[in-house]
């Protein structure tokens, strides 16, 4: 079957996510979009294993409770790309903005370039599924911020130090976010706390550095070693002490 492809220019958001969603459950496996610049919700609640190839910038909340599809965007992202997706993949060849895979449960969303503020803020583990946010340039503050589950991995390609943003991990309360390179202890936010990243969290996460510099043509032999700085919750419970019934 060839593709669907479709030129959204000047299209409305609405009409254009119908005619998706109406598409994948008609069993298209494939759909292009050129000229996107700024349409929302992109993807948002489709469910299946098609592939929508996005040429430009979609709006915010692409993939919103996605379960299933891959998106590549050969482009920027706007806010929340990946926000509450189930599962599948957003695959962002340029840089994204704030709240990167908010309350991501499954799936995997990766971004080459560099991402804003609030990073997988509340991402989750659900029901056996384990969300994936990896980085290959940097990010701003808050990364990970009340995070309950999943990977953060953060690559700092042409960056040095990685992140120089503060309240990483802020509220943490499990999952776990790797850093290249060593992190100043003051970035951290309340309640995480760095640990050694050893050959055994290395051999964890190769599949998922392989995965990411496969996806974005990157030589991943730079990145197989233990130079890097592991976040984790310092309780399940971080703000507990905060509250006057305690």
Avoid at 81 to 109: C, E, F, Q, W
Avoid at 149 to 169: A, F, H, K, S
Wanted: proline fraction near 4%; include cysteine.
């Amino acid at each position: 079957m060839d593709p669907l492809v479709i030129d959204v220019k000047g299209m409305h958001y609405s009409p254009l996510n119908k005619m998706i969603r109406e598409a994948v459950a008609s069993g298209v496996k494939e759909i292009v979009l050129n000229n996107v610049l700024g349409q929302r919700f992109i993807g948002n609640g489709v469910r299946g294993d098609a592939k929508i190839t996005i040429n430009g910038v979609p709006g915010g909340d692409l993939g919103m409770f996605m379960s299933g599809p891959e998106c590549e965007v050969f482009g920027n992202a706007e806010h929340a790309p990946g926000n509450t997706m189930d599962y599948g993949s957003l695959i962002i060849h340029g840089s994204a903005g704030d709240a990167v895979a908010h309350s991501m449960r499954g799936g995997k969303v990766f971004v080459k370039g560099s991402i804003g503020y609030r990073g997988g803020i509340h991402m989750k583990e659900y029901e056996g599924k384990r969300p994936i946010l990896a980085i290959g340039g940097t990010s701003h503050a808050f990364l990970g911020e009340y995070m309950a589950g999943g990977l953060i991995l953060v690559l700092g390609i042409g960056q040095e130090p990685t992140i120089q943003d503060r309240g990483i991990g802020s509220g943490i309360h499990g999952g776990e976010i790797v850093i290249r390179g060593d992190v100043d202890e003051k970035l951290l936010g309340v309640g995480a706390k760095k640990v050694e990243f050893t050959e055994e969290d290395l051999k964890r996460l190769t599949p998922v550095i392989i995965d990411f510099c496969e996806r974005f043509d990157i030589d991943p032999s730079q990145f197989l070693d233990t130079n890097y700085s592991r976040i984790i919750p310092a309780s399940s419970r971080p703000f507990a002490g905060k509250y006057t019934w305690e």
